[in-house]
């Protein structure tokens, strides 16, 4: 009984020790998930540090070229500025020519009829003149317009395409790195759980080899003292 004692005294310091060095593996490895889970964390908040600079850089490329587009508006409204004063001018020569030709008119008609016709012919081609001259820079402004806002149709469609591309991209990544992390966790779950389970057979396993050793031990104690 006494070597009996002694041996399940160190075969129950075995499991013992068996138990904590399993113990302490587990404990190793949770140690480890979190670390690696603490560097990821870290890796992603530095991704995310570096996304947000590279998008603040686009920002300030973008807001570069909105400057360099409204200098260019700016320009094109300084060359109509001067078509209109190019037209001005234009117009001032054409009456003073016109008040000359005017002036010599009247100097070398000789009838009042021959007069008032010329008179007459002179201010229907002064007004289709005008309205040819009007006409054209209508039609000049209308097509430089237009011009300016297909340009800025095409820069805001191709903004709007990059910002749907990145966050498209950008959840995309998001949703694989949390199915990755999920399905980690699950693992180191479901490894738990299956040596916890094959724990506690081992432990029911000797409760049950001792128990039938005790069994066996009570019999042959009983015959021994019959």
Do not use: P
Not at 125 to 151: G, H, P
Not at 199 to 224: G, H, P, S, Y
């Amino acid at each position: 009984m006494i070597e009996y004692d002694e041996r399940l005294r160190e075969k129950l310091e075995k499991e013992y020790k068996k138990k904590m060095t399993n113990a302490k593996m587990v404990q190793d490895q949770l140690e480890d998930f979190k670390m690696s889970y603490i560097k990821k964390y870290k890796e992603d908040e530095l991704e995310g540090q570096l996304i947000k600079k590279q998008v603040d850089e686009e920002l300030e490329r973008e807001r570069h070229k909105e400057l360099e587009r409204r200098k260019k508006a700016i320009g094109i409204r300084e060359e109509f500025k001067k078509a209109n004063e190019d037209l001005i001018h234009v117009q001032a020569a054409i009456a003073l020519k016109e008040k000359e030709e005017d002036r010599r008119i009247e100097e070398h008609a000789s009838k009042k009829e021959a007069l008032e016709h010329l008179k007459r012919t002179r201010v229907a081609d002064r007004f289709s003149n005008q309205q040819k001259i009007k006409q054209a820079l209508v039609d000049r402004q209308i097509k430089d317009l237009m011009k300016v806002r297909d340009q800025q149709e095409e820069v805001l469609n191709r903004q709007v395409a990059e910002a749907e591309t990145k966050a498209t991209a950008a959840f995309e990544e998001k949703e694989r790195r949390r199915g990755e992390m999920k399905a980690a966790i699950e693992k180191s779950r479901a490894n738990q759980i299956g040596r916890k389970q094959r724990e506690n057979a081992d432990v029911k396993r000797e409760e049950l080899e001792f128990a039938e050793f005790w069994k066996l031990r009570n019999e042959e104690l009983a015959i021994a003292e019959q």
